[in-house]
Structures are given as structure tokens and as C-alpha cells.
């Protein structure tokens, strides 16, 4: 069965350090690719998403991820957080013949020390 | 465009109580979501439909629960009798159906059943 997994249920940062969130899928073929951040008390927003092309994608607020076909892999990285981009950051992944249904990871949750 | 709208943002309900949350997507997308989000479960598929047609209804949530799409722009979610275990953010999303787009998602309807 297609699966998505975020192996970090947390992780935790200084303010202005790098940032990598790690995703992996098990599908034979290239799915399509989503990241999604979840403030508190708020629904899913996009951060950005990866179809087809250059493996490494740019999103909203300086956040990029990079595909990785060999290792079926869609990590998420910045190259220097803030502490506003604490939330929880979901990976997703669709499979194109099951409609725009989504299979979503477990989820991490990023917190920002000031 | 306006994004995803749900009411109530917020309910709370005695155990056995009918419960009806609504949604509304985005004009001009004819796929819709219903997921329940928990900590211990995550994000779970409730049901899925397109042009109004019911694609998938979640197998684990059928006895209870009840996704309609009285039409293209007003969808609703019934729980009937309602369970201290349905606490939950119930959380809508919807998405063009022509090729693979992303979902948008509402902000959430947070249910607490005592």
C-alpha cells in the first residue's frame, strides 16, 4: 500500500539555523509531492508542491524541498528559520489515478527557540 | 477568491446528539474533502467527492457518519449519534478536478462530545 512517513515527530531549532524535515514514500512510480504547514488553530496551508522537472522546488516564505527519486524521498529544508515558522509540517503525496485524494504523513512538529 | 468556509468553527455536543457541520469550497472546484484530525490518528479521510458524486466514503466512519453535497458550493457532515471518541477538528478541503491540484483547506470545526 502507498505510504508516506515523517520519521521526526519533533524537531527543534534556534532561531536562524537551518532547517531539514525529512519525508519518504513507498510507490513504484512518481507521485505527486506536497508540503503543508498547519498553524495552531488553523487548516492546512501550502507550502509548496512537486510535479514533474527540476527536483528542487521553491515555496512560500524561503522554504524549498528537493525529490530525491532513488531514495523516495521529498525533504523539506530553509536555510534559516524564524521563529513564526513554529507549527506542524505535513508531507503528502497523490497518485494521480486516485483523483487529487491525498495520503498524508504523521506530521512534524517544528518548534523555533527565540 | 474566498477560500474554504466552515461553520460552526467550534461545537460542542452531549453524547448522542446529532451534529451537522457545513462547508463550503471554493468556486469553481468540483472535488471535496471531509478529513478528521486527531493527535493519535492524524489526518483521516472521511469522504471524497467529485461533481457532487461520492468517490470514497472512509470504510471505518460509515455507520456514523454522513457526507452530503447538496450541491457544487455547500457540502455537510453528519454525525449521528455522536461518541465522546468523535472529539476531533473536522476539516474540509476542496481542489479543481481537472488533473492533479492541490487541496485547500477551511479552517476547521472543532468538536468536543462530554
Known amino acids: 500500500a502507498q505510504s508516506v512517513t515523517q520519521p521526526d515527530a519533533r524537531v527543534t531549532v534556534s532561531e536562524g539555523a537551518s532547517l531539514q524535515l525529512r519525508c519518504k514514500y513507498s510507490?513504484?512510480?512518481?507521485?505527486?509531492l506536497f508540503w503543508y504547514v498547519q498553524y495552531p488553530r488553523q487548516g492546512l496551508q501550502l507550502l509548496l508542491k512537486y510535479y514533474s522537472g527540476d527536483p528542487v522546488v521553491q515555496g512560500v516564505n524561503g522554504f524549498e524541498a528537493e525529490f530525491s527519486k532513488s531514495n523516495s524521498s521529498f525533504h523539506l529544508r530553509k536555510a534559516s528559520v524564524h521563529w513564526s515558522d513554529s507549527a506542524v509540517y505535513f508531507c503528502?503525496?497523490?497518485?494521480?489515478?486516485?483523483?487529487?485524494?491525498?495520503?498524508f504523513g504523521t506530521g512534524t512538529l517544528l518548534s523555533v527557540k527565540p | 477568491d474566498a477560500g474554504v468556509t466552515q461553520t460552526p468553527r467550534h461545537e460542542v455536543a452531549e453524547k448522542g446528539q446529532t451534529i451537522i457541520l457545513k462547508c463550503e469550497p471554493v468556486?469553481?472546484?468540483?472535488?471535496l474533502f471531509w478529513y478528521r484530525q486527531t493527535k493519535i490518528q492524524g489526518l483521516e479521510l472521511l469522504s471524497y467527492?467529485?461533481?457532487?458524486?461520492?468517490?470514497?466514503d472512509g470504510g471505518a466512519f460509515k455507520d456514523r457518519f454522513k457526507a452530503e453535497m447538496l450541491n457544487s458550493s455547500f457540502s455537510t457532515l453528519k454525525i449521528q449519534p455522536t461518541e465522546p471518541k468523535d472529539s476531533a477538528v473536522y476539516l474540509c478541503?476542496?481542489?479543481?478536478?481537472?488533473?492533479?491540484?492541490?487541496?485547500?483547506f477551511g479552517p476547521g470545526t472543532r468538536l468536543t462530545v462530554l
Open positions: 510507490y513504484s512510480a512518481t507521485p505527486y
Open positions: 478541503a476542496s481542489s479543481r478536478d481537472r488533473g492533479v491540484y492541490e487541496q485547500y
Open positions: 468556486s469553481g472546484h468540483n472535488d
Open positions: 467527492f467529485r461533481s457532487k458524486s461520492l468517490m470514497e
Open positions: 503528502a503525496v497523490s497518485y494521480g489515478g486516485s483523483g487529487n485524494k491525498l495520503i
